[in-house]
Protein backbone atom coordinates (compact mmCIF):
# COMPACT_ATOMS: atom_id res chain seq x y z
CA UNK A 1 0.00 0.00 0.00
CA UNK A 2 1.44 3.77 -0.28
CA UNK A 3 1.90 5.64 3.04
CA UNK A 4 1.06 8.64 3.63
CA UNK A 5 3.51 11.57 4.13
CA UNK A 6 4.21 13.41 6.65
CA UNK A 7 5.79 17.19 6.87
CA UNK A 8 5.59 20.36 8.84
CA UNK A 9 7.70 18.82 11.95
CA UNK A 10 10.64 21.19 13.50
CA UNK A 11 12.37 22.64 16.47
CA UNK A 12 9.84 25.11 17.89
CA UNK A 13 10.10 26.86 21.43
CA UNK A 14 7.90 26.27 24.42
CA UNK A 15 4.26 28.07 23.85
CA UNK A 16 4.44 28.25 20.45
CA UNK A 17 2.70 26.40 17.89
CA UNK A 18 3.44 23.87 14.37
CA UNK A 19 0.50 22.37 12.41
CA UNK A 20 2.00 19.11 10.99
CA UNK A 21 0.29 17.77 6.98
CA UNK A 22 -0.12 14.24 6.21
CA UNK A 23 -0.37 13.24 2.56
CA UNK A 24 -2.54 10.08 1.78
CA UNK A 25 -1.95 9.83 -1.67
CA UNK A 26 -4.32 6.59 -1.44
CA UNK A 27 -7.30 6.48 -4.04
CA UNK A 28 -10.08 5.86 -1.19
CA UNK A 29 -8.45 8.62 1.95
CA UNK A 30 -12.15 9.74 2.16
CA UNK A 31 -13.54 7.01 3.46
CA UNK A 32 -11.00 5.93 6.23
CA UNK A 33 -10.84 7.11 10.11
CA UNK A 34 -7.09 8.65 9.84
CA UNK A 35 -4.97 9.14 13.42
CA UNK A 36 -2.07 10.97 14.97
CA UNK A 37 0.10 9.09 17.32
CA UNK A 38 3.69 10.05 18.91
CA UNK A 39 6.36 8.67 19.93
CA UNK A 40 9.42 9.47 22.00
CA UNK A 41 12.16 8.10 22.66
CA UNK A 42 11.93 5.44 25.21
CA UNK A 43 8.32 5.68 25.14
CA UNK A 44 5.74 3.46 23.47
CA UNK A 45 3.48 5.05 20.65
CA UNK A 46 0.61 6.92 21.85
CA UNK A 47 -2.48 8.02 20.34
CA UNK A 48 -2.91 11.93 20.07
CA UNK A 49 -5.92 12.32 18.04
CA UNK A 50 -8.22 11.30 15.44
CA UNK A 51 -10.92 12.35 12.68
CA UNK A 52 -13.53 10.71 11.35
CA UNK A 53 -13.74 10.12 7.24
CA UNK A 54 -16.36 13.20 7.26
CA UNK A 55 -14.14 15.47 9.24
CA UNK A 56 -16.84 15.66 11.53
CA UNK A 57 -15.99 13.84 14.57
CA UNK A 58 -12.56 14.43 16.59
CA UNK A 59 -11.11 12.86 19.32
CA UNK A 60 -7.80 13.33 21.14
CA UNK A 61 -6.01 12.49 24.26
CA UNK A 62 -6.40 14.28 27.37
CA UNK A 63 -3.12 15.90 27.62
CA UNK A 64 -3.79 18.11 24.15
CA UNK A 65 -7.19 18.88 24.75
CA UNK A 66 -8.02 22.40 23.82
CA UNK A 67 -3.92 22.64 22.43
CA UNK A 68 -4.79 20.23 19.40
CA UNK A 69 -6.68 20.58 16.33
CA UNK A 70 -7.11 17.90 13.87
CA UNK A 71 -9.06 18.37 10.39
CA UNK A 72 -9.17 16.94 7.13
CA UNK A 73 -9.34 18.08 3.26
CA UNK A 74 -10.47 15.32 1.56
CA UNK A 75 -10.18 16.96 -1.91
CA UNK A 76 -6.42 16.96 -1.09
CA UNK A 77 -6.29 13.88 0.41
CA UNK A 78 -4.77 15.21 3.47
CA UNK A 79 -5.48 15.29 6.97
CA UNK A 80 -3.96 18.02 9.54
CA UNK A 81 -2.98 18.37 13.08
CA UNK A 82 -2.51 22.16 14.96
CA UNK A 83 -0.82 22.12 17.59
CA UNK A 84 -0.79 25.32 19.54
CA UNK A 85 0.59 26.44 23.22
CA UNK A 86 3.53 23.44 23.29
CA UNK A 87 5.15 21.94 25.78
CA UNK A 88 8.57 20.51 26.40
CA UNK A 89 6.89 16.74 26.95
CA UNK A 90 4.91 17.18 23.16
CA UNK A 91 8.72 16.49 21.98
CA UNK A 92 8.26 13.07 20.04
CA UNK A 93 8.00 11.88 16.36
CA UNK A 94 4.33 12.38 14.62
CA UNK A 95 2.89 9.70 12.59
CA UNK A 96 -0.38 9.76 10.79
CA UNK A 97 -1.98 6.47 10.24
CA UNK A 98 -4.89 5.44 8.39
CA UNK A 99 -8.00 3.12 10.16
CA UNK A 100 -8.11 -0.83 9.25
CA UNK A 101 -11.54 -0.45 8.15
CA UNK A 102 -13.86 1.97 5.67
CA UNK A 103 -16.02 4.48 7.45
CA UNK A 104 -15.42 3.08 11.12
CA UNK A 105 -14.17 4.68 14.44
CA UNK A 106 -13.77 1.17 16.19
CA UNK A 107 -11.10 1.13 18.73
CA UNK A 108 -9.62 4.91 17.22
CA UNK A 109 -7.16 5.06 20.41
CA UNK A 110 -4.95 1.83 19.50
CA UNK A 111 -2.51 1.13 17.74
CA UNK A 112 -2.81 -1.92 16.36
CA UNK A 113 -6.57 -0.19 14.87
CA UNK A 114 -4.14 1.29 11.80
CA UNK A 115 -2.64 -0.09 8.91
CA UNK A 116 -0.99 2.24 6.80
CA UNK A 117 1.84 4.47 8.88
CA UNK A 118 3.77 7.31 7.82
CA UNK A 119 7.36 7.73 8.15
CA UNK A 120 7.08 10.44 10.35
CA UNK A 121 8.31 13.60 11.65
CA UNK A 122 10.23 15.59 14.47
CA UNK A 123 8.51 17.86 16.78
CA UNK A 124 10.80 19.14 19.31
CA UNK A 125 9.88 21.86 21.90
CA UNK A 126 12.40 23.48 23.73
CA UNK A 127 12.11 25.27 27.09
Known amino acids: QVQPVESGGGLVQAGGSLRLSCADP????????MGWFRQAPGKEREFVGA????????YYRDSVKGRFFISRDNAKNTVYLQMNSLKPEDTAAYYC????????????????????WGQGTQVTVSS
Open 51 to 58: IDRRGTQT
Open 26 to 33: GLSFALYT
Open 97 to 116: ARHSSIDSLADYAEVMTYTT
